[in-house]
C-alpha cells in the first residue's frame, strides 16, 4: 500500500496510479475534471480548505513527473520543477511520502533589508491542508526553519513544509512523520542573519539555476522526485493532460515490455 498524504489524514492507495476511482474521498466516485473547471479560481488559497478543494483532491493520484510532463505541453518554463529541494523527512528520499496543497508562502530577508520584520510569526497563521513554503535569501548559511515549527505547523494541519534554504532539527522531523523538503540541513538559528518580512506574498526560487516564483495559492506538489509548483491559473488545464499521459506511458510500458522498440510504442500511444 502506498501513503499519499492528504489535508486531513493519509490516504491508502493502491501501487496503480491509474485508477482514480480507488482514492475513496467519499462514497460516490470522484469525476475531478469537470467539477475542478466549474470551481476553479485564479484567487489565492489561504483561505479555502484544501480538504474540499477538488484540483487537491485530482492531483493525489499524480506523481511531480506526471504534473511536469503536462506543464511541459502548456508551455511552462521547466514544467514548474523547483531545483535543488529534495525531500529530508521522515526518511531521506526513501519511502512514499507524497504532499500536494496549496502555497501558504514566507518570505525571508537579511536584517538590514529596509523592510519591516512581520509583526506576528508566520507559523501560527498556517491554514489547513496548506504547504508551507519557507523562501530566504540565496547562500544564508543559518537554517530557517526548524522543528518546533514542524510542531505547530502539523497541528494546523499543513501537509508538509518545503524549505528554499536550510532547516534544522531533523531528528524532530523525523519523530513527528512530518514531511520536509529542503535545500540542506543547518544547526544556526535565522536570528543572526535574517527575518521574516513578509507572509502570503509572491517568493522568488533561491537559486541561480532558474527563474520561478511561487505564489500563494499556487499547488505544490513533492515526492520522491522532488518539488513541482503547479501555477493556480493552469491547473484545470493541466489535470486532463496528467490523465491522458498516464495512461498512454501504462500501454507504451505494457508493449515494450512484450518487446515492442520504444519509438515504435511512442508513435503508436503518444501520437
Known amino acids: 500500500m502506498l501513503k499519499i498524504r492528504g489535508p486531513d489524514s493519509r490516504v491508502p492507495l493502491r501501487q496503480s496510479r491509474l485508477q482514480p476511482s480507488i482514492i475513496h474521498l467519499s462514497e460516490r466516485p470522484f469525476h475531478p475534471f469537470p467539477r475542478a473547471r466549474r470551481l476553479f479560481s485564479s484567487t489565492p488559497a489561504a483561505a479555502t480548505m484544501a480538504s474540499s478543494d477538488p484540483i487537491v483532491q485530482a492531483l493525489q493520484q499524480y506523481t511531480t513527473c506526471d504534473v511536469s510532463d503536462a506543464l511541459c505541453k502548456l508551455k511552462y518554463r521547466n514544467g514548474g520543477f523547483l531545483s535543488g529541494l529534495t525531500l529530508w523527512s521522515p526518511r531521506r528520499q526513501e519511502g512514499p511520502t507524497k504532499i500536494v496543497g496549496p502555497a501558504y508562502t514566507v518570505k525571508y530577508a537579511p536584517l538590514d533589508d529596509p523592510a519591516p520584520k512581520h509583526p506576528t510569526h508566520y507559523i501560527d497563521s498556517v491554514p489547513e491542508g496548506a504547504v508551507v513554503f519557507v523562501s530566504c535569501p ?18 494546523s494541519k499543513a501537509v508538509g513544509s518545503v524549505i528554499d534554504g536550510r532547516f534544522r532539527d531533523l531528528q524532530e522531523q523525523r519523530d513527528l512523520d512530518y514531511p520536509v523538503f529542503a535545500r540542506d540541513v543547518g544547526t544556526a538559528p535565522p536570528y543572526e542573519l535574517v527575518k521574516v518580512v513578509a507572509v502570503d506574498v509572491p517568493v522568488r526560487l533561491q537559486t541561480d539555476e532558474q527563474d520561478m516564483t511561487v505564489r500563494p495559492g499556487d499547488y505544490i506538489v513533492g515526492d520522491l522526485n522532488g518539488v513541482v509548483v503547479l501555477p493556480r491559473e493552469l491547473a484545470a488545464q493541466a489535470l486532463p ?31
Open 138 to 155: 540565496p547562500k544564508t548559511p543559518v537554517a530557517v526553519y526548524g522543528g518546533l515549527m514542524s510542531a505547530r505547523a502539523q497541528a
Open 241 to 271: 493532460l496528467m490523465e491522458k499521459q498516464v495512461a498512454a506511458d501504462a500501454q507504451m510500458a505494457e508493449a515494450i515490455k512484450k518487446g515492442m522498440p520504444f519509438s515504435e510504442a511512442s508513435k503508436k500511444f503518444r501520437a
